[in-house]
Every structure is written in structure tokens, then in C-alpha cells.
């Protein structure tokens, strides 16, 4: 069965700074993967997803992704956090199928 | 483009209560629809899903039950409230082959006194 784990229940950054959000997932073949993010009491929004090709995904408001197979991961990055982005962030597998796989999500806290 | 619908967009109810939410989707045919709850700091918990008119399935065995009356409304209902069920009630769609992520509403959120 297909599982996302994040490990970080919280990240806190300094405006300005860089940004890594990791997503680890287990799945016996090439998944689809993707991320969401969640501002308070609102829906969730799809940031980016990878199928296939450039393993390097770009996503909406400067974020970006990189799937690495070797480590089983799909972590998130942005060069420079605005104060916007604090929210929760969620990674999600899914295998070309309707029910993806949704970690427990990370929630960003952004300093001034 | 497509967009989608919840209301009421907050609630609150008395337990033993009867519970009706409405999700519907525009700009879309055939779309599989999911209901899934967020409990206050965790993630999200899928409850129902449907592929098609009149298909629904299950995940978690508790009082609520889903309908889906017409290809684009996806309904979630009670006919007793429990406490356990306050929370965020997402509804979202997706495309036949799941390929695309899924897009999901504003969330209704539900407080059971």
C-alpha cells in the first residue's frame, strides 16, 4: 500500500529565507505525486504535481519540487518565503488512480 | 473553467441533529467526487468518494452517508449528530483517471453542542 510521510509537523522561517518542505512516500512503482497547500479555514490548493519527465517540477507562487527516486522523496522548496506563504502544506501519492495518499501535512510559521 | 461549490460555509448544530452539506461541481462532466474531514490540527480523513450517479463508497464506517443525486452534487448527510463529528468537511473533485490532483472546495465548517 502507497503511504506519504512528513516529517515536520512545523517549520519556522524568516521571511526572506529558503524554504524545504520534505515529503517522503513508499510505492512500488513511478507515482504521482503532489503538493497542496492549505491557508486557514480554507480548501486546499494544488501547488504542483509530478507524473513524469524532469524530475525538477515548478509550481505556482515560486514553488518548486524535486522527485528523487533513489530516496523516495518529493520534497518542496522555494528560494525566498513571503509572509504569505505561512499555511499548512500537505504531500499526497497516488498511482494514476482516483484515491491518492495524503500525508499528515506541515504547517509553516513565517517570522518578520 | 471549472469550479466548485460548498454550503453552508459554518454550521453549528445540536447533537442528535439531522445534517445535509452540499458540494457541486460546474464546468466538468463525470467527475469523481470525494467528501473527506479535517479534525482541528490533523490531516485529512477521506469518508466517501464516488466515481459515478448513485456510486458511492465508503471508508470509514461511522453515522454519515453521501448520495450523489446528479452527476455534479455530491451530498453528505446525517440523520443523528454526534459531537465527534464537528470538523472541516472538504468535497472535491477529480478527473476520471485521478492523473490531474484534485481540486477541492472552501470547506464547510461543522460545530456539533
Known amino acids: 500500500a502507497q503511504s506519504v510521510t512528513q516529517p515536520d509537523i512545523h517549520i519556522t522561517v524568516s521571511e526572506g529565507a529558503s524554504l524545504e518542505l520534505r515529503c517522503n512516500y513508499s510505492?512500488?512503482?513511478?507515482?504521482?505525486l503532489f503538493w497542496y497547500v492549505q491557508s486557514p479555514g480554507q480548501g486546499l490548493q494544488l501547488l504542483l504535481k509530478?507524473?513524469?519527465?524532469?524530475?525538477l517540477v515548478q509550481g505556482i507562487k515560486g514553488f518548486e519540487a524535486e522527485f528523487k527516486r533513489s530516496q523516495s522523496s518529493f520534497n518542496l522548496r522555494k528560494p525566498s518565503v513571503h509572509w504569505s506563504d505561512a499555511a499548512e502544506y500537505f504531500c499526497?501519492?497516488?498511482?494514476?488512480?482516483?484515491?491518492?495518499?495524503f500525508g499528515r501535512g506541515t504547517s509553516l510559521i513565517v517570522h518578520p | 473553467s471549472q469550479t466548485i461549490h460548498q454550503w453552508p460555509a459554518t454550521l453549528v448544530q445540536p447533537v442528535g441533529s439531522p445534517l445535509s452539506l452540499e458540494c457541486t461541481v460546474e464546468g466538468t462532466s463525470n467527475p469523481n467526487l470525494y467528501w473527506y474531514r479535517q479534525a482541528a490540527g490533523r490531516g485529512l480523513q477521506l469518508l466517501f468518494y464516488?466515481?459515478?450517479?448513485?456510486?458511492i463508497s465508503s471508508e470509514v464506517p461511522q453515522n454519515l452517508s453521501a448520495s450523489r443525486p446528479q452527476d455534479r452534487q455530491f451530498i453528505l448527510s446525517s440523520k443523528k449528530l454526534l459531537l465527534s463529528d464537528s470538523g472541516f468537511y472538504l468535497c472535491?473533485?477529480?478527473?476520471?483517471?485521478?492523473?490531474?490532483?484534485?481540486?477541492f472546495g472552501p470547506g464547510t465548517r461543522l460545530t456539533v453542542l
Open positions: 510505492y512500488g512503482a513511478t507515482p504521482y
Open positions: 464516488s466515481v459515478g450517479i448513485g456510486q
Open positions: 509530478y507524473f513524469s519527465g524532469d524530475t
Open positions: 499526497a501519492v497516488g498511482e494514476g488512480s482516483y484515491i491518492p495518499t
Open positions: 472535491a473533485w477529480s478527473v476520471l483517471a485521478g492523473e490531474g490532483g484534485q481540486f
